[in-house]
Nanobody, 113 residues
Framework: VQLQASGGGLVQAGESLRLSCIAS????????IGWYRQGPGQQRELVAG???????NYTDTVKDRFTISRDHVAKTVYLQMNSLKPEDTAVYFC????????WGQGTEVTVSS
């Protein structure tokens, strides 16, 4: 099973994007899920987490700007990103939380100033 992220693109600072995460295997059932990102020359970091009990957590740099959510019917997890900043530029990935699945290719987000 691999989780595929999509929805990235090139935007200007202050704009919004919504990323989507879909499982490649139809039998996969999302447990706790996380959105991660890896900026240029940086290590991969957890940006947002959604736990099976509905709790969410965010890294400090995206709090009040990003929202993680899940559509159980569509079997899709989203990351709504508002008020994007150049420092949000990164490749974004989704994975289980903790990340035990193989990493997909991610989706690239570029925010210009």
């Amino acid at each position: 099973v691999q989780l595929q992220a999509s929805g990235g693109g090139l935007v200007q600072a202050g704009e919004s994007l919504r990323l989507s995460c879909i499982a490649s295997g139809s039998r996969f059932s999302f447990g706790s899920i996380g959105w991660y990102r890896q900026g240029p020359g940086q290590q991969r970091e957890l940006v947002a987490g959604l736990y099976t009990d509905g709790r969410t957590n965010y890294t400090d740099t995206v709090k009040d700007r990003f929202t993680i959510s899940r559509d159980h019917v569509a079997k899709t997890v989203y990351l709504q990103m508002n008020s994007l900043k150049p420092e949000d530029t990164a490749v974004y990935f989704c994975n289980a939380l903790p990340p035990y699945l193989s990493w997909g290719q991610g989706t690239e987000v570029t925010v210009s100033s």
